[in-house]
Nanobody
C-alpha cells in the first residue's frame, strides 16, 4: 500500500520561502507521477504542480509559476516543493499526491493522497 508523508509546512512571512517534502513508501516510486495540491479554508482543493516519473516534465498552476519549483529524488523516494516569494493567498493545507500514470498534471490522475501539511503565510 502506497503511503505519502508530507513535511516542511509552517508559518512564514510574505516574501519568504519554504520547502515541502513528501516521502513515499509502499510502491515503485520511480515509475509514477507525483504532485502537490492545496486547499485553502473555505475553498476547493486545487492543483499546484506535478512532475513526471523521470522529472523530465513538470506542470504548474498559473498562480505559482515562477515562484514554486517541484523536483524529485527517485533514490530517496521523495518529492519536493520549493516555494519562494510566498504570498498570504498561498496559505493552505498542501497535499502530496501520486499517480499510477507516468505523470501527474491534474486531479483526475491522482490515485493516492498524503494527509497534508499546513502552510501559513502572514502579511
Amino acid at each position: 500500500q502506497v503511503q505519502l508523508v508530507e513535511s516542511g509546512g509552517g508559518l512564514v512571512q510574505a516574501g519568504g520561502s519554504l520547502r515541502l517534502s513528501c516521502a513515499a513508501s509502499g510502491g515503485t516510486f520511480s515509475r509514477y507521477g507525483m504532485g502537490w495540491f492545496r486547499q485553502a479554508p473555505g475553498k476547493e482543493r486545487e492543483f499546484v504542480t506535478g512532475i513526471s516519473w523521470s522529472g523530465g516534465n513538470t506542470y504548474y498552476a498559473d498562480s505559482v509559476k515562477g515562484r514554486f519549483t517541484i523536483s524529485r529524488d527517485n533514490v530517496r523516494n521523495t518529492v519536493y516543493l520549493q516555494m519562494n516569494s510566498l504570498k498570504p493567498e498561498d496559505t493552505a493545507v498542501y497535499y502530496c499526491a501520486l499517480s499510477l500514470s507516468y505523470r501527474l498534471s491534474g486531479a483526475s490522475e491522482v490515485n493516492y493522497w498524503g494527509k497534508g501539511t499546513l502552510v501559513t503565510v502572514s502579511s
